[in-house]
Structure formats: C-alpha cells, structure tokens
C-alpha cells in the first residue's frame, strides 16, 4: 500500500523559511518523479514543484521559482522542500505527491501539513 | 499558463441523479486532463486520467471524456459518497494546473 505522511509544518513569520519532508513507503521510490502540491484555504489546489525519480531534473511554479528548492534522497525515500522567503501567500496545506505512469497527474497524496506564514 | 474553467461552481443533485461537470481548458491539451474527488480536511483523490482512464478502484459510475480543450466528468448515478467537491487538472510542458472546483451539494 502507497503511504506518503508529510512533516515540518507549522506557523513561520514572513521571510522566514521552513524545511517540509515526506516519508514515501509502499513503491519503488527512486522509480518516481515526486511533486508538492498546495492549497490555500478554500481554494484549489496548485502545483508547486517536482523532481525526476533521480532527482536530476527539477521544475517549479513561476509563483515559488528562486524561493523554494526540492530535493530527495533516494536511500532514504524521503522527499523534501526547502522554503525561503516565505511570504503570506504561502500559506497553504502542503501535500507530497506521488507522479503517475505519465507524468500527467497525480496519483497518490499524502494527508498534507499545514504552513501558515503570519506575524 | 494554461489556465482551466470549471463550470457549474456548485451543483445542487439528489441521489440517483446524473451529474455532469465540464472543464475548458484555455488552449489545446490533448488528453492530458485528470479528474480529482476532495472531501473536507482530506486529500484530492485521482478518479480520471488521460481524459477518459478510469483509475483502479474508483467505481464505474464515474466517467471521463473529451479531448483538445472540452472535457467532462459524468457521474451516472449520485450515490451518498459522492458528495464532495471535484476538480480538473492539465498537465503541458511540465506545468500542471488546476481548475477552480465543483461542489456537489444535497438537493
């Protein structure tokens, strides 16, 4: 069975920053292209970033281009996001998500954790 | 970017009912649509891809269609579960949107 449980969020003060992870169990991690999703309160959800199953390609939203930087560790099957910068924004429920077959959709989600960025 | 229009915002149905929810996409994107089912406080679950693929598990009351920039999700026939709010995804150039959602309401 697919589990993705997503760590590290919390409340962070505007320009701050805040590292989010995600334990990936269940599949062959390294065989995956891996992505995080957000979605601000009572909105849609928005596509913020993914990474290659090796990790050697990564693609982000223009809106956290420069701010954010994903990364995992295969060894590990964790997924990880560094924020920056962080802005009001931002605040959002973080999900990790699973890349299907194509890499057209998503199909495996974690519960998500919640950033919140506010003075 | 490709941006993705859902109509109705809100569908009030009852049970039984066949529920339509169309999605425009604002420029071609072959078939590389995906249809997701969110209920409160949980995650998006994947129900359609590819247009029209109906993912394992999923029941067979829900189908996809359409292709180019038009596409639709029909549930056959409302069951309780269904309740829940429905978005449409597109993925081009490795830039994936979503759209804005669908509530499905009790009538």
Known sequence: ?119 | DIQMTQSPSTLSASVGDRVIITCRASQSISSWLAWYQQKPGKAPKLLIYKASSLESGVPSRFSGSGSGTEFTLTISSLQPDDFATYYCQQYNSYSWTFGQGTKVEIK
């Open chain 1, 1 to 119: 069975e697919v589990q993705l449980l997503e760590s590290g969020g919390g409340l962070v003060q505007p320009g701050g920053s805040l590292r989010l992870s995600c334990a990936a169990s269940g599949f062959t991690f390294s065989s995956f292209d891996m992505s995080w999703v957000r979605q601000a309160p009572g909105k849609g959800p928005e596509w913020v970033s993914l990474i290659s199953g090796s990790g050697g390609s990564t693609y982000y939203a223009d809106s956290v281009k420069g701010r954010f930087t994903i990364s995992r560790d295969n060894s590990k099957n964790t997924l990880h996001l560094q924020m920056n910068s962080l802005r009001a924004e931002d605040t959002a429920v973080y999900y990790c998500a699973k890349v299907g077959d194509t890499i057209t959709y998503f199909d495996y989600w974690g519960q998500g954790t919640l950033v919140t960025v506010s003075s």
